[in-house]
């Protein structure tokens, strides 16, 4: 079965360039997840979604960022315009979220996509 | 303010040498989850704790919960080059308890 698919897996562009990272989660998982990871801070929750609704979106950092999903198969986040501190890996995840008090799923994680900017 | 935190950030070992790894918070979590990254992929997970006081075995590496669902440990015994990587602990958020927040991580070096 395939994971979770990130693209680009690596994205090298310049201040000011229009960033879009895509993501098609586990057929089935109703939950996704985007996280940004780097050595200074680690692994920080950008955003989450239920079935396709954005549920909180209080990690991601500016405007400049925004994400969607279009339906249960994709997703896209995109940093407009876009800043060397925005560098670092971004990673989406997806999970079977099996009720509303507790979801102790599993998340499983795409390979992250890399960006550098410059 | 990271809500979870793990000691040590660094730990370099050789191998047959047993270590613990820790994960610490003021918060009370429903459940918390280990998982492990190793360069280049995503995290996976390796195990669930749910119950306070709770011991989970996963071969040579032991998962503690602990009473006050706040913290937890790892114990690997006699480590191995394979266990090396980044140990992340993380845990359950949110209204509907859908997502997890992560420590920054333990990154662990196992040489022969």
């Known amino acids: 079965d395939a994971g979770v698919i990130q693209s680009p897996r690596h994205e090298v562009t310049e201040m000011g360039q229009e960033v879009t990272l895509r993501c098609k989660p586990i057929?089935?998982?109703?939950?996704l997840f985007w996280y940004r990871q780097t050595m200074m801070r680690g692994l920080e929750l950008l955003i989450y979604f239920n079935n396709n609704v954005p549920i909180d979106d209080s990690g991601m950092p500016e405007d400049r960022f925004s994400a969607k999903m279009p339906n249960a198969s994709f997703s896209t986040l995109k940093i407009q315009p876009s800043e060397p501190r925005d560098s670092a890996v971004y990673f989406c995840a997806s999970s079977l979220a099996r009720g509303r008090r507790t979801n102790t799923g599993e998340l499983f994680f795409g390979e992250g996509s890399r960006l550098t900017v410059l | 303010t990271q809500l979870l935190e793990q000691s040590p950030q660094f730990l370099s070992i050789q191998e047959g040498e047993n270590l613990t790894v820790y994960c610490n918070s003021s918060?009370?979590?429903?459940?918390l989850q280990w998982y492990r990254q190793e360069p280049g992929e995503g995290p996976v997970l390796l195990v669930t704790v749910v119950t306070g006081g709770e011991v989970k075995k996963l071969k040579r590496l032991t998962f503690q919960f602990g009473d006050a669902r706040k913290d937890s440990s790892l114990h690997i015994t006699a480590a191995q080059p394979g266990d090396t990587g980044l140990y992340l602990c993380a845990g359950v958020i949110g209204q509907a308890g859908t997502a997890l927040i992560f420590g920054k991580g333990t990154t662990l070096s196992v040489s022969s």
């Open positions: 918060s009370v979590f429903s459940s």
């Open positions: 057929s089935g998982h109703n939950s």
